[in-house]
């Protein structure tokens, strides 16, 4: 089974709230990620095609994020991938006959301020923290923000993934009509030609010269 038909079978179970696709997680992107008002779940896709390759650095980008994370992936990768993932990492098996559960996901008690607000726009970080009165941010850096929130004790973390979870909620219109427009405009451009490359010209066998008259 590939990635596609993978997600197929999952998008049906995600009740209520909203799904993202590919959103960027870190240093890498989540594949789905379903967001209500009370927990964001990440879900990671790996279909008979793909690696374990990237496994440990999207397990650490998730783990600071989300509230619950689930790896789905075909039969064939259930045995070496087990040993990589702690036991509150949720498992699912994809088949023809659709997902399995393998053990179902616990809860992450891993989520950091930091990763969390990078979720977000700079600015959207800053009127949050605005909100609740600490003056002085809005001059702050990205890497500024990012240490304040990882040293402070004044921005509890359940407030602050409240506000980035109504905060994905409200943009994925926004998200959803920007991905139309570039859907719409890949569709008006001709499509691309194929470069030709000019076939190569067959070189003449050497003649053998003829033996000169003694």
Excluded at 4 to 28: C, N, Q, S
Aim: net charge positive.
């Amino acid at each position: 089974m590939n990635d596609p038909e993978i997600r197929a079978l999952l998008y049906p179970l995600l009740a209520g709230g909203v799904r993202i696709d590919e959103l960027p997680t870190g240093t890498t992107r989540a594949d789905v990620v379903h967001i209500t008002e009370h927990f964001m779940h990440g879900y990671e896709v790996k279909g008979d095609g793909d690696t374990l390759q990237r496994v440990a650095n999207q397990l650490r980008c998730y783990g600071e994020v989300y509230d619950f994370v689930t790896f789905i992936v075909t039969a064939k990768h259930l045995p070496k991938l087990l040993p990589l993932l702690p036991a509150w990492v949720g498992v699912l098996v994809a088949s023809a006959e659709g997902l399995h559960p393998h053990r179902a996901a616990g809860y992450n008690a891993t989520v950091e301020r930091a990763p969390l607000a990078r979720l977000l726009l700079l600015e959207e970080v800053k009127q949050f923290l605005l909100a609740r009165g600490l003056t002085g941010v809005s001059t702050l850096r990205s890497r500024e923000v990012s240490n304040f929130l990882r040293t402070t004790q004044l921005v509890p973390l359940s407030s602050l993934a409240q506000y980035v979870r109504e905060r994905l909620i409200a943009r994925l219109p926004e998200r959803l009509l920007m991905r139309a427009e570039r859907k719409a405009e890949r569709e008006r451009l001709p499509p691309r030609r194929k470069k030709v490359r000019p076939k190569a010209k067959k070189k003449k066998p050497a003649g053998r010269k003829k033996a000169r008259a003694a």
